[in-house]
């Protein structure tokens, strides 16, 4: 039974777990009904997933540490990401990524599951115009869903580029931290900043 998260929370995937090797990372998003106006939400929304890999100081140490649409794979193997879904259309995930724990180099000790909006200001979209956007993540091996966090709503007007997850190594224990922090950027890079 997945456990929902609310902000703020942490939960042992090891624990909910023992037999965790294999994450699979679904990030999911429909686009709000228009709600009018002069520029509405006519144009396709493009969320972008990424996961940022940050050593125990949580800082990015190589821009490679950063695997997204543009760089697929970590040098590890043990992140990959499944390519980049332009719209949010349809059921279920819209962009996976793939986590094979036991691959993670030890100077890798958080994994920042991040979100951003392609081209935000370009087209003038915030997390505000988004529904139902959530992470979760699902035990690869036995398909079973271990924790979710689902967010959306008015206190992302304005944010463009958000923190959804922590998943982190603590004595031994993989952890998810649900985040929800939202940010006014253009771009990944500029989520990649806070740590450097």
């Known amino acids: 039974m997945a456990i929902n998260l609310k902000k703020g929370q942490r939960i042992s995937l090891t624990k909910e777990d023992p037999s965790l090797k294999q994450i699979m990372c679904g990030l999911g998003w429909d686009v709000a009904p228009k709600s009018g ?3 509405g939400n006519n144009k396709q929304f493009d969320l972008d997933s990424s996961v940022i ?9 190589d821009v490679k540490n950063i695997i997204y649409f ?3 794979r970590h040098s590890s193997s043990a992140i990959s990401h499944q390519g980049d879904n332009l719209t949010g259309a349809g059921e279920g995930d819209d962009e996976v990524i793939n986590i094979d ?9 958080y ?10 200001q370009e087209r003038k979209q915030d997390f505000s115009m988004v529904n139902n ?4 993540l699902v035990n690869r091996t036995t398909n079973q869903e271990l924790a979710r966090y689902d967010l959306s709503g008015t206190e992302y007007q304005g944010m463009t580029g958000m923190i959804l997850a922590d998943v982190y190594r603590h004595n031994d224990e993989w952890k998810m931290a649900a985040v ?10 500029d989520i990649a900043k806070i740590y450097t």
Request: one cysteine or more; charged letters at 15%; proline letters at 4%.
């Open 101 to 109: 724990l036991p691959l993670i180099p030890s100077n890798i000790v």
């Open 53 to 61: 890999c940050l050593d125990a100081d949580k800082k990015l140490t």
């Open 111 to 120: 994994l920042v599951l991040a979100i951003n909006i392609y081209k935000c």
């Open 70 to 72: 543009g760089n697929l």
């Open 133 to 136: 956007a959530f992470v979760r």
């Open 180 to 189: 929800g922090n939202g940010f006014k950027v253009a771009t990944l890079a």
């Open 37 to 39: 106006g002069f520029f």
